[in-house]
């Protein structure tokens, strides 16, 4: 039986503390659901309301690529600099310890390799999603692909109501195909299509007149890295980005397949969160790398 004789009346309302209606801290998600917010707020930095993620989901397309023949000693050792590890579920299950208490955004959709043609993709379970305790679930739109443009926007959509449904945040990844132009126009269109479509967070490339993509696209959007490139210019890609109003990186080559991967994922995160100048992010990467 309850105690009913020993109730202690709540003299503690703070009564003259009006209840908090403040906006959340992130572009576009103040109608999203209490599992969504949460779920971002694990990926994205509350103080400087971006994140560095760290992708490493090219192996489903490219094999063993290189600074990815072994997850477990080229990523895992990288985890703990991370904001979110993007990867696939095989990957992450065998290489990336349980352990691990950084968030999860799952690659969520697969198709075809770099053999063939542009990715006839079809979406993995959402309740191994589900069980992979992923915080968000990321799937590819060919926007612009004659044979797949219908089939992976489909493939976005569906996989928004399934976050929807669980509260957790879907990234469109735009895709670059081979005949498509790389441009403002393009990644604005495709980026665009992906928030349209209910994804939470975009991710695209850089490309010159990026303030119109970010401006024109009204969740956190993210860039990929693209091919290596040298340390100082794959920091300017990201000061560039950030300065345009990105909310961070998925990067992936020109962390992993840097000279030092911890040095340069340490860099990177100096000029997403820090404010750091591409110099400057240079020069923090010369000292971890001499640290190291
Ligand atoms: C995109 O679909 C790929 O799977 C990668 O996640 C993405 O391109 C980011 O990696 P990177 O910085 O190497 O381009």
Not at 55 to 62: E, K, N, Q, R
Not at 75 to 92: N, S
Not at 233 to 248: D, V
């Amino acid at each position: 039986m309850a105690d009913l004789d020993d109730i202690r009346d709540g003299d503690n309302f703070g009564l003259n503390t009006p209840a908090d209606t403040s906006n959340f801290y992130l572009k576009g998600m103040n109608s999203m659901s209490w599992g969504i917010k949460n779920r971002m707020s694990r990926i994205f930095n509350r103080k400087s309301g971006r994140t560095v993620m760290l992708a490493f989901d090219h192996g489903f397309l490219m094999g063993p690529t290189s600074g990815l023949e072994r997850i477990d000693l080229n990523i895992a050792p990288l985890a703990e600099e991370a904001d979110c590890l993007m990867g696939c579920r095989g990957m992450i299950r065998t290489s990336i310890p349980a352990d691990n208490t950084k968030p999860i955004c799952l690659r969520t959709d697969t198709g075809t390799t770099i053999l063939t043609e542009m990715n006839h993709n079809t979406l993995i379970s959402e309740e191994d999603a589900i069980s992979m305790n992923a915080s968000a679930m990321a799937a590819m739109v060919a926007v612009g692909d004659a044979a797949t443009e219908a089939s992976t926007i489909a493939n976005l959509s569906n996989l928004v109501d399934i976050g929807n449904t669980y509260g957790i945040p879907v990234m469109g990844v735009t895709a670059v195909g081979k005949d498509m132009a790389r441009d403002a126009r393009y990644f604005g269109l495709a980026s665009r299509v992906c928030a349209e479509n209910g994804a939470s967070i975009v991710k695209t490339y850089y490309t010159e007149g990026f303030e119109k993509v970010v401006a024109g696209t009204p969740v956190p959007v993210v860039i990929a890295g693209g091919k290596k490139l040298p340390e100082l210019e794959a920091l300017e890609l990201c000061y560039n980005a950030i300065q345009c109003g990105a909310s961070g990186v998925d990067m992936g080559r020109n962390v992993f397949q840097s000279e030092a991967p911890l040095a340069m994922i340490k860099a990177v995160k100096e000029v997403v969160h820090n404010g750091a100048t591409p110099q400057e992010g240079f020069d923090a990467f010369n000292t971890f790398k001499a640290e190291a």
